[in-house]
């Protein structure tokens, strides 16, 4: 989604604005644009709609400076695709706004200032920020005092930056729903909506709190509390490698992020899980005292986060005995719902900012749950400051904007979770050991289950012409369908629906035939010999059916069905195992579709407004 760089120094900031700016990438847009001030005040905006290489060119043609700018990426929520709606926007060519977020009262406001005699040349509801601002600065008011001032009439979700042309030596910047990072530097300072931005040149951040409002000089920041009261925010010194936008020799960030599977879960298992069960406290100081009371878990997500907590729900009735509901974050938030007792709330999402999530977290801390816990792949993100426990993925950043290595450290960090609740609520020596075991066996697993991948990429070819799939699953397994549907429809556009292969005869056998490929999850579990009935239903009505199976599984290729093996795996992580054949599939249908596969169309990395 939309994306923020900005920047106060003395030198020419033009090229880390630009680099920011492809940096944020990955998290989808249509449009960017910057704004310039150079030392005298004299401000130059280039926008254009497109990738951020054609803001860019432009910007070299234009030969702009500056040693204060700011700059974005738009994902176009209010006016569609054009150069006029492109950010950054301006009042009386002297206050220049980007802003992430959507002002839900910009109807009101946009009149009323029209009626003070302001000219709207957007469609934008940002625009209302640049027009509110410049109106608070003419009644005397500093930047500061503006901004703040301007913020209180603001409904809805903003992390906005304001830069004053007849102050070139500051920027205001105000967050409220949407996040911003400040970057520290020396003799020079930062400002993003995503640290990854500014990673070139710090690793000193502070990220702003809801109704926090900043000003950033080269030299100072200072942070003010939604009351208007200055703060110390902590500064935190970030890990993240500078090079993870490096594809890594593979042609998408997906398939590099695919192949960095085994890896990844590895290093989610490092230190956490000994020989014989997990250490204390991994999911956070204290952390053991709290599992210790949990008797129902409600986990809220959406997308393949959502699937993860899906997959985690079998485990935890199964394995640890406490029950447990999943829902989507979007219905969860508007809707009134139970609270059992001593319920945990676990949310899940790889970047930890995504704004219905957010809204159901906190929803969740004023009905009473007994704690929150976040499983979360971005240190520092709003989830995780606002929960009280947090357990990070470790899958380091994920720029493909399908989620892949983020989904299997979800549910490599559910398993752990399992052993930890389900040490307290009678989990089964045999099945801890069992799923200790496993998880000690699956960074292996993935890399044998990886080397398949030729299969598959034949595979593909057959179904690069097809409009419409169907995949189906049972168990653990449906939430993979239901993950390895996503993916298909994510980055080919092929329309695809998962079922539980159960299912199938209450409505869904009706679409079988020989133009719908039907893929089917087949680990060697208790519910084979179900599915197996489920497959030949499939196969009665003339369905063409790709089946990945364990090889002990007794499936054969023929003229219906196309076999792909997968290593046989323990089952507690055979859906962590069989997620990997089907993100292959997806990402090599795409390939020959030719579809921009990092960057699908219409969607974004990190989703902060709902
Ligand atoms: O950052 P989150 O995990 O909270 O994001 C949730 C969904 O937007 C995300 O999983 C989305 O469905 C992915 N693009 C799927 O690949």
Not at 351 to 356: H, L, P, Q, V, Y
Request: aromatic share 6%; net charge negative; glycine share 8%.
């Amino acid at each position: 989604m939309c994306g923020i760089v900005g920047a106060v120094a003395e030198r020419n900031v033009v090229e880390i604005l630009l680099e920011g700016l492809k940096r944020l990438e990955y998290r989808g847009y249509d449009s960017a644009g910057v704004a310039l001030l150079q030392p005298s005040g004299e401000l130059t905006r280039i926008r254009r709609t497109g990738k951020v290489q054609e803001l860019a060119d432009a910007v070299a043609e234009d030969s702009a400076l500056g040693s204060t700018g700011i700059a974005h990426t738009r994902w176009a929520t209010h006016g569609g695709v054009t150069e006029r709606n492109a950010h950054p926007h301006c009042s009386s060519e002297r206050i220049s706004v980007v802003h992430n977020g959507i002002i839900e009262n910009y109807l009101a406001l946009r009149e009323a200032l029209t009626q003070q005699g302001y000219t709207f040349t957007s469609d934008t509801d940002t625009e209302t920020i640049a027009h509110t601002v410049h109106a608070e600065m003419q009644k005397g008011k500093s930047l500061l005092a503006a901004v703040q001032n301007s913020v209180k009439q603001f409904h809805g979700a903003y992390g906005t930056v304001v830069m004053d042309s007849e102050d070139p030596s500051r920027v205001v910047v105000a967050r409220s729903g949407s996040p911003l990072v400040i970057g520290l530097g020396l003799g020079e300072n930062f400002i993003a909506s995503d640290q990854m931005a500014l990673l070139p040149v710090t690793r000193r951040f502070i990220f702003l709190e809801e109704g926090d409002v900043a000003e950033i000089t080269r030299r100072e920041v200072s942070v003010y509390d939604a009351n208007g009261e200055p703060v110390k925010r902590e500064v935190i010194e970030s890990n993240i490698e500078h090079d993870a936008g490096d594809k890594g020799g593979c042609r998408h960030y997906m398939l590099k992020e695919i192949h960095e599977q085994p890896t990844v879960v590895r290093n989610a298992l490092q230190n956490r899980l000994g020989e014989s069960g997990l250490v204390a406290d991994i999911f956070g100081a204290g952390a053991d005292d709290i599992l210790s009371k949990v008797k129902h878990v409600q986990i809220i997500a959406c997308g393949t986060s959502y699937h993860a907590g899906m997959t985690a729900r079998y485990w935890l009735e199964q394995y640890a005995n406490v029950s447990c509901n999943v829902e989507i974050a979007s219905e969860f938030r508007y809707r009134k719902s139970v609270v059992h007792q001593n319920s945990l709330l676990v949310t899940i999402s790889q970047s930890g900012e995504t704004a219905d999530t957010l809204a159901a977290l906190r929803l969740a801390k004023e009905v009473g749950y007994m704690a929150s816990l976040t499983i979360c792949n971005v240190p520092g993100s709003s989830l995780v400051r606002e929960s009280d426990l947090a357990f990070m993925t470790r899958a380091g950043a994920e720029i493909g904007v399908a989620s892949t290595k983020a989904f299997t450290t979800q549910l490599t960090a559910f398993l752990m979770l399992t052993l930890a609740v389900g040490k307290y609520n009678g989990l089964s020596e045999a099945d801890s050991s069992s799923i200790v075991k496993a998880l000690h066996s699956l960074p292996a697993k993935l890399e044998e289950t990886l080397a398949i991948t030729q299969g598959i990429e034949d595979l593909a070819e057959e179904f690069a012409d097809k409009n419409h799939s169907l995949f189906l699953g049972r168990g653990d397994q449906y939430p993979i369908a239901m993950e390895g549907a996503l993916k298909l429809k994510e980055i080919s556009y092929i329309h695809a629906e998962a079922y539980a292969s159960g299912e199938l005869k209450h409505g869904p056998l009706a679409l079988i035939d020989d133009e719908m490929p039907v893929i089917v999850v087949a680990p060697n579990n208790e519910l084979l010999e179900k599915l197996k009935s489920n497959v030949e239903e499939v196969r009665a009505r003339g369905g063409i059916m790709y089946v990945f199976a364990d090889r002990d599984a007794r499936f054969a290729s023929d003229d219906t069905m196309r076999v792909i093996n997968v290593p046989h795996c323990e089952a507690p992580i055979a859906p962590i195992v069989y997620t990997l054949p089907l993100q292959l599939l997806s990402y090599y249908v795409a390939l020959i579709k030719g579809t921009d596969v990092d960057q699908p169309r219409n969607l974004a990395k990190s989703v902060t407004v709902e």
